[in-house]
């Protein structure tokens, strides 16, 4: 059956596409499947399992509350909270059992009081990670020497919390290649010294890329990969899947509620901005920018119908969007349309309305909205 606007992801495909970042990684080099903003909406949980089982071994989110989420669920893999975390946010960050960033004092401080208020934490210490700001400029500590008092802190603070890794994050990893290059040695630099501040005794999982670092440069991999968007079958790069050998997970889709000729002169949509200049047929499709289609698109995107691309026309609105099919009335009621994916030989990837947007693959998906119904298969097969 169609639904007015459906997602349906090919968990399938993100199993493989965990198979295909592993295979990038020396043996020995974990991989951590970033699901925040609910795998940036295809479903943290599902996309959780099937990245593990297609070989990550660990799971990073944003905030507290999505690493509950995914203990709730039954996850059991060790769970990195990346953002920040506030001391209202702390005990849900313990309650998950996460793992957490740390780079000041008064932060690791505030959280081993956090550890001795906790009542539902177990006796298993707190694994934090200290970031060093290599230049993204958001969190982290500039200073090395930060860094490194935060890791002497931590070793300080006795059983409650273990210093577990080290990490950062990269600003250009998909484009200027020479600062993305000057982080990198910053940060390995630091890693260095870290590793021997704290000896053998205590090993330390040092890591830095995101998808973009991943599949760009090996020398990046350290002991473990951060990767979100490539586990989506989206390009880090912003340009296409295939260059990676990466499968689009994400189809979204709508079918065909009315279809109607316009005579010229006839408009359609919100303030006329479409009127035709010749007979032409319509089609309206339930799905608008409530659903996640971007009222910048008025005009300017395509819809794939029975394997033919016809073009969006007149404005986007919230729960709408009109197609203009042609002189010939080729399509019927009830037929399916893609925005997202493929249909027969056509295709358009979350990439192709990023560009028109002026935006990133990101923020596309993350913009499909929960009124979007989301289905779930393995290559077609129901699960
Ligand atoms: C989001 C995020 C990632 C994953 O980035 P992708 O581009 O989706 O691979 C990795 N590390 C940190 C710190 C992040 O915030």
């Not at 940036?40 to 990073?60: D, E, F, K, Q």
């Not at 999505?66 to 709730?72: C, F, H, V």
């Not at 484009?175 to 590793?195: H, I, K, N, T, Y």
Request: charged share 25%; aromatic share 4%; net charge negative.
């Amino acid at each position: 059956m169609a639904l007015r606007a459906q997602a349906r992801v090919n968990l399938a495909a993100s199993e493989r596409n965990a198979a295909a970042l592993k295979a990038r990684l020396a043996p020995g080099v974990e991989l951590c499947a970033v699901v925040k903003a609910r795998a940036s909406g295809h479903g943290a949980v599902p996309v959780a399992r099937a990245a593990l089982a297609g070989g990550a071994t660990r799971l990073a989110v944003a905030t507290a509350g999505e690493a509950l989420e995914l203990r709730d669920a039954g996850l059991r893999a060790p769970v990195l909270v990346l953002g920040a975390l506030s001391s209202e946010e702390l005990p849900v960050a313990l309650a998950a059992g996460a793992e957490v960033v740390a780079w000041t004092e008064g932060f690791v401080d505030g959280l081993a009081r956090a550890v001795a208020a906790a009542e539902d934490v177990g006796d298993a210490p707190v694994d934090v990670h200290v970031k060093l700001d290599t230049g993204m400029g958001r969190l982290g500590t500039r200073s090395v020497a930060e860094a490194l008092a935060v890791a002497d802190r931590l070793c300080a603070r006795g059983s409650a919390m273990r210093l577990a890794g080290a990490m950062t994050h990269f600003a250009t990893a998909d484009g200027d290649p020479e600062f993305f290059a000057a982080q990198l040695m910053a940060f390995g630099s630091f890693a260095g010294q870290l590793r021997e501040a704290v000896g053998p005794a205590s090993p330390l999982t040092v890591h830095a890329a995101n998808s973009a670092a991943t599949v760009r440069d090996p020398a990046s991999h350290f002991d473990m990969v951060r990767c979100g968007i490539a586990l989506h079958g989206c390009d880090p790069m912003n340009a296409d899947p295939d260059d990676w050998g990466l499968e689009p997970a994400l189809e979204l889709s709508t079918y065909v509620a009315a279809v109607k000729l316009a005579l010229p002169g006839e408009s359609a949509g919100y303030g006329r901005r479409f009127i035709s200049d010749r007979t032409t047929w319509l089609a309206t499709l339930p799905i608008g920018y409530a659903d996640g289609v971007r009222r910048d698109l008025s005009d300017d995107c395509d819809v794939l119908i029975a394997g033919r691309r016809y073009p969006l026309v007149g404005r986007v609105s919230m729960d709408n969007v009109t197609v203009d099919l042609g002189p010939e009335p080729r399509v019927e009621v009830g037929e399916v349309a893609i925005l997202i994916g493929r249909s027969g030989a056509e295709r358009q990837t979350v990439e192709d309305l990023a560009r028109r947007l002026d935006t990133i693959n990101h923020e596309v998906l993350c913009g499909i909205s929960d009124r979007v119904t989301r289905r779930y298969h393995r290559d077609g097969e129901p699960v």
